[in-house]
């Protein structure tokens, strides 16, 4: 009898936008497939929103209900628990509860979840965590070494590629303007897609601190911080020292509530000066007025300051 | 015949309107409440504009909107420059004050800073989507106290122990009004305090970080209330220019604007007496149901937005 292929379901939201090319080939790698829901629309969004607590940010409620979407329609689905890749490198507390939550939040789906574990504090390696989860789905612990080597690779490369494709967008002579968000909040159709559309529309060419080579970024963000905890609010942060002074304006983008950016935006203005600064904070109402009017003035300041209005 | 300006801006609580001429004299002026009717107001506005409008000498050529209306008005009075209202007033203040090094801005449910040098806009900063400590909470905590909003402020010149309110969020600094209302404090007292409320709020949220240099301009419908004015020269250290037009300083931009820009349209005044209605329709054509707003003149389709994609454009 042949063997029916595994399916993993992955949530098109929060990690996703980090981690799409190490899954998906972890996963076809040891023969496996994947599913992933589809870009957020507002139906995503509204049975998010009726899942959450009201507390949580709109990452989160956007991310259940991509959750939701792929409830049934897969084996299993992979809810990851990224706490921390050593001292001063911590995710959001929200990628270490992740796991439980859904867990709670489905636990009469009939639905099963797939977790792994990343801690470097507590000596839980990424490679490890790749290897038992490789482990729990039937493989051997040689096999799922080899498939997440591949996915490391696929992975470094697809993130080169991607720096290296948007370095070139610096050299273009329009109005640039860097924009400060994660990738999950800038990335989203229902968040920041927004955003860097009207961007486009408006001659813009909108660039993202979070695209740069991430060891030469967390170096650089000691410069602004010694002591930021958060690793992404890091590799933002280094974007931003390496690339302000190739840029007219930096946007701080970030979805409502958010305890990083709460922190760290603060830290931005008080620092970075000499650049014209707007923050943006999104959250899940549908009118998009009072985005585009700040967008609109913001960009109105640059062409006023290089005497273009 | 000389060539004149409209410029008109729609805000949450007030429709402002202005005509010009070529070298920004205005020649006709209003204000009047929107009172949530954009369309009604503009109608209104017009029909005083004209009133006072001399239309043997001068044509208006060009015309411009702003505020949070200004698409949905831009559209009915047939618009050659729709802009923000911070462009707006940045560019109007800057006209009348070459000087001004700083612009405070309090309106109906926005309020924003502008920074500026050498008579060119270089920073600004506006409220997040919330809108505490604007002249929505002014207005409501007048209607609360059994005052016109329009004695605000003279109400809290005489007040000489302002009390202290929570300035932090709407909500708060209401809660904490009623308690100290309960209390027995006197009603100056407090009118004083909540324009101090209102100016602390301004200076710990939009005005945080910024550097607030003289010259001073502060206008928006709140820079009516000499309350708030004296919160902010006490709190400044500096004196806060007050123009009388301060009010039109959004109109006045944009009709600038529209001078400056390439568009030319003549305004027809005929507008006043035409039929004019919204709609809102559901796209339909996916999930994410886009709230499509369409606007007709008579049974006309005059124009539509608010879809995402293109799917939405055949929608009316």
Same mark, same amino acid.
């Given at each position: 009898m042949e063997k029916q292929t595994i399916t993993i379901g992955l949530p098109r939201a929060l990690l996703y936008y980090r981690y799409a090319p190490l899954w998906k080939t972890f996963f076809q790698e040891l023969g496996m497939e994947t599913v992933v829901s589809s870009p957020t629309d507002r139906d995503i969004l509204e049975q998010g929103t009726a899942l959450a607590i009201d507390e949580a940010c709109l990452s989160l409620k956007i991310y259940l209900g991509h959750v939701a979407a792929l409830v049934g329609r897969c084996d299993c689905i992979l809810v990851p628990r990224v706490s921390n890749f050593g001292r001063h490198r911590n995710m959001c507390t929200r990628f270490e509860s992740t796991p439980d939550l859904v867990r709670s939040v489905f636990r009469d789906s009939g639905q099963k979840f797939l977790s792994y574990e990343v801690d470097e504090e507590l000596k839980k390696g990424e490679e490890e965590a790749f290897v038992e989860l490789g482990k729990a789905l039937g493989s051997t612990a040689k096999a799922a070494k080899k498939a997440y080597k591949a996915a490391k690779k696929a992975e470094a490369a697809f993130h080169k590629e991607r720096v290296q494709k948007h370095e070139q967008l610096y050299k273009r002579e329009n109005i640039k303007v860097l924009i400060a968000a994660h990738s999950y909040v800038i990335e989203d159709p229902y968040m920041g897609r927004a955003v860097t559309e009207y961007l486009k529309r408006a001659g813009v060419i909108s660039l993202r601190a979070d695209l740069v080579d991430r060891e030469a970024a967390l170096k650089h963000s000691r410069e602004l911080s010694p002591t930021c905890k958060w690793e992404i609010s890091r590799e933002i942060l280094g974007g931003i020292q390496q690339h302000k002074d190739d840029v007219d304006g930096i946007i701080l983008l970030s979805a409502f509530p958010c305890g990083p950016d709460a922190m760290v935006n603060e830290l931005i203005t008080r620092r970075v000066k000499g650049v014209p600064m707007l923050n943006l904070v999104l959250d899940s109402q549908s009118g998009t007025a009072g985005v585009e009017t700040r967008l609109e003035s913001f960009i109105d300041i640059i062409r006023f300051k290089e005497g273009k209005l | 015949m000389e060539h004149a300006y409209l410029g008109i801006d729609v805000g949450s609580i007030s429709t402002k309107g202005v005509i010009i001429d070529k070298k920004n004299n205005i020649l006709s002026s209003q204000y009047i409440w929107t009172q949530g009717d954009p369309i009604g107001a503009v109608k209104e506005l017009v029909r005083l504009l004209e009133g006072q409008f001399d239309k043997e000498k001068y044509k208006i050529v060009a015309t411009g909107t702003t505020g949070s209306a200004r698409k949905l008005v831009g559209t009915i009075v047939g618009a050659t420059m729709v802009k923000n209202e911070i462009t707006a007033h940045a560019v109007g203040t800057t006209t009348f004050y070459p000087d001004v090094r700083t612009i405070l801005e309090i309106g109906g449910q926005d309020s924003k800073i502008i920074l500026v040098e050498n008579g060119v806009a270089v920073d600004y900063a506006m409220n997040t989507l919330c809108a505490a400590g604007t002249g929505a909470f002014l207005s409501s905590q007048a209607k609360r106290l059994?005052?016109?909003?329009?004695?605000?402020?003279?109400? %809290?010149?005489?007040?000489?122990?302002?009390?202290? &309110?929570?300035?932090?969020?709407?909500?708060? %600094?209401?809660?904490?009004?009623?308690?100290? &209302?309960?209390?027995?404090?006197?009603?100056?007292?407090? &009118?004083?305090?909540?324009?101090?409320?209102?100016?602390?709020?301004?200076?710990?949220?939009?005005?945080?970080?910024?550097?607030?240099?003289?010259?001073?301009?502060?206008?928006?419908?709140?820079?009516?209330?000499?309350?708030?004015?004296?919160?902010?020269? #006490?709190?400044?250290?500096?004196?806060?220019?007050?123009?009388?037009?301060?009010?039109?300083?959004?109109?006045?931009?944009?009709? &600038?604007?529209?001078?400056?820009?390439?568009? #030319?349209?003549?305004?027809?005044? %005929?507008?006043?007496?035409?039929?004019? #209605?919204? #709609?809102?329709?559901?796209?339909?054509?996916?999930?994410n149901n886009c709230e499509i707003i369409c606007v007709y003149r008579g049974n006309e389709l005059i124009d539509s937005w608010g879809n995402r994609c293109e799917r939405g454009a055949r929608v009316h």
């Open positions: - | 059994g005052i016109e909003v329009e004695e605000i402020g003279d109400y %809290a010149l005489r007040s000489t122990h302002p009390t202290q &309110i929570a300035a932090r969020c709407t909500v708060f %600094a209401e809660s904490d009004l009623v308690h100290k &209302i309960q209390m027995g404090h006197p009603r100056e007292d407090i &009118i004083a305090g909540v324009c101090n409320a209102v100016a602390a709020n301004y200076l710990n949220n939009v005005g945080k970080g910024k550097k607030i240099v003289s010259p001073v301009v502060f206008q928006g419908g709140v820079s009516k209330n000499q309350g708030v004015v004296a919160a902010f020269e #006490r709190t400044l250290g500096c004196k806060v220019i007050v123009d009388p037009n301060g009010h039109l300083m959004g109109a006045l931009g944009v009709a &600038i604007l529209a001078r400056r820009g390439s568009g #030319r349209q003549e305004f027809d005044f %005929a507008m006043e007496d035409m039929e004019f #209605r919204t #709609r809102e329709a559901s796209c339909g054509g996916c999930s």
